[in-house]
């Protein structure tokens, strides 16, 4: 049995980058991964990476690579009832975009950077299937590697970053308060969509979604998510009610002249998933730790910045002198981070999962967005989870937003959208 500072489980998005940012901070760090291909990636996701993990991608120098291999800078543009809102650029001292890139690009990329960094010992073809310990606290992690032989990998800190059906929070009896969602969501690539001005779209139907995500490698991801009322009809032809679904968009984009790269995916069933994130020894990251409703494309941001938070607050506990006492305290510092970083967002993402009428702040917001560039840009700072629901639905916000819906009835039948909103091709 090998000693380490950390042992990881899961070598994708939330596992890599705690792996990364704690190695560099002189520990040692065992990184265990179920699949042996270095190339293998996440196939379920439509990798639109939010902008509020845009510090932590630079942190982990994973920007540079990204841009190498044609990551596209995103910035969306959302149809709403009140017409297009565009995204309009980031206040100054806000990340300034995300990026669209194939988990078949990103995956490798962070994995293959986690690999070089000193201190971390990947062991791909590794599944965890046991944890070691005693008393309750949690003191390593024991796989299966390859030939079927077990490995025991002691370690101070184990990290779950072993995604939403999380086997090491199931070793360690952490259950998963579900709600539920009331849509279900299927997604495909295409070839020979992207357009022009290399931006992502989004439409909310109420209730229904869909969305189109330029890529790196020309993909363009086509992604629908519509109320369960519809769900009879895409289980009698899947393909048929999704290029029907796409076809009758606003603005929709143009399937017929489009190549699809590669089979169409979904879910009918993907509850909402929280799960307490620490235990005595144990830290859980990324989907693990919070796996909400993919309509709003948090779940990379969430898991690059939880395994940043556990980093910050963990790493200095495990590097310096202070012993137990103080992994203690990093760890829960780094709940408490968790839950003030992303319990409000959790809170209106299941709420808004059910597929619910729209509650009158949001059609507040939406709507001054759709005339007002600095409500807009709120509305895409929020989206893009760079500020909370409180400041986002904060009264001086909503104020404004009547502010500006009045001030556009006293124009008495002026246009619904704001100026210079975009013509879409
Ligand atoms: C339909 C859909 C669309 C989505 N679209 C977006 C989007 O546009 N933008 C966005 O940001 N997010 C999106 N997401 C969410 C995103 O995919 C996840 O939030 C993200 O992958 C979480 O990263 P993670 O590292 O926590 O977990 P994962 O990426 O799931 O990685 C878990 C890793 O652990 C490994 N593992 C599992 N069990 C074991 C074990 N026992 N032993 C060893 N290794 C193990 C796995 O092989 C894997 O490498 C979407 C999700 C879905 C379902």
Same mark, same amino acid.
């Given at each position: 049995m090998r000693t380490y500072d950390v042992a990881v489980a899961g070598a994708s998005v939330a596992g890599c980058s705690a792996a990364i940012l704690l190695a560099r901070q002189g520990l040692s760090v065992a990184l265990l991964e179920r699949s042996p291909d270095p190339g293998a990636y996440k196939k379920l996701c439509t990798h639109y990476i939010q902008s509020s993990a845009l510090p932590v991608i630079e942190r982990l120098g994973l920007a540079p690579?990204? +841009? +190498?291999?044609?990551?596209?800078?995103?910035? $969306?543009?959302?149809?709403?009832?009140?017409?297009?809102?565009?995204? &309009?650029?980031? +206040?100054?001292?806000? &990340?300034?975009?995300?990026?669209?890139?194939?988990?078949? /690009?990103?995956? %490798?990329?962070?994995?293959?950077?986690?690999? =070089? /960094? &000193?201190?971390?010992?990947?062991? !791909?073809g590794h599944t965890v299937t046991g944890l070691l310990g005693e008393r309750g606290r949690v003191g390593g992690l024991r796989a299966?590697?390859?030939?079927?032989?077990?490995?025991?990998? #002691?370690?101070?800190?184990?990290?779950?970053?072993?995604?939403?059906?999380?086997?090491v929070a199931e070793l360690a009896g952490i259950e998963g308060r579900a709600s539920p969602n009331g849509r279900f969501f299927y997604l495909a690539p295409y070839r020979g969509l992207t357009p022009p001005d290399g931006r992502s779209r989004m439409w909310f139907l109420e209730p229904d979604i869909a969305y189109t995500f330029p890529n790196d490698d020309g $993909?363009?991801?086509?992604?629908?998510? %519509?109320?369960?009322?519809?769900? +009879? /009809?895409?289980?009698? @032809?899947?393909?048929?009610? *999704?290029?029907r679904f796409v076809r009758a968009l606003p603005d929709g984009p143009d399937l017929d002249r489009a190549v699809r790269a590669g089979p169409m995916m979904g879910f009918?069933?993907? !509850?909402?998933?929280?799960?307490? %994130?620490v235990q005595a020894g144990l830290a859980l990251v990324g989907d693990a730790a919070l796996s909400v409703d993919p309509v709003w494309g948090t779940g990379c941001a969430f898991a690059f910045r939880s395994a940043d938070w556990l980093a910050e607050q963990a790493g200095p506990a495990l590097a310096g002198a202070g012993g137990a006492a103080a992994l203690r305290a990093g760890l829960g510092a780094y709940a408490r981070r968790?839950?003030?970083?992303?319990?409000?967002?959790?809170?209106?993402?299941?709420?808004?999962?059910?597929? =619910?009428?729209?509650?009158? &702040?949001?059609?507040?917001?939406?709507?001054?967005? #759709?005339?007002?560039?600095?409500?807009?840009? @709120?509305? *895409?700072?929020?989206?893009?989870?760079?500020?909370?629901?409180?400041?986002?639905?904060? !009264?001086?916000?909503?104020?404004?937003?009547?502010?500006?819906?009045?001030?556009?009835?006293?124009?008495?039948g002026g246009p619904r959208r704001r100026a210079g909103a975009p013509a879409l091709p």
């Open positions: 690579l990204l +841009e +190498e291999a044609g990551a596209v800078r995103n910035a $969306i543009d959302v149809r709403t009832r009140w017409g297009w809102v565009r995204e &309009p650029a980031a +206040e100054a001292g806000r &990340p300034a975009h995300g990026y669209n890139v194939r988990r078949a /690009t990103l995956d %490798p990329l962070l994995r293959g950077l986690a690999a =070089r /960094t &000193p201190g971390i010992d990947l062991r !791909p299966q590697d390859a030939s079927g032989a077990a490995v025991d990998f #002691a370690a101070r800190l184990v990290v779950g970053a072993d995604g939403r059906f999380s086997r $993909i363009t991801v086509v992604a629908v998510a %519509p109320a369960k009322a519809r769900l +009879e /009809t895409f289980k009698a @032809d899947r393909e048929g009610a *999704f290029a009918v069933d993907w !509850p909402n998933l929280a799960r307490a %994130p968790h839950r003030a970083e992303l319990a409000g967002h959790a809170l209106h993402i299941r709420d808004f999962a059910a597929g =619910r009428p729209w509650r009158w &702040p949001e059609r507040l917001l939406f709507s001054a967005a #759709a005339l007002d560039e600095s409500c807009a840009r @709120d509305l *895409f700072a929020y989206a893009a989870r760079n500020i909370g629901l409180a400041r986002f639905a904060a !009264p001086p916000a909503l104020l404004r937003a009547v502010r500006v819906n009045l001030a556009h009835r006293l124009r008495q």
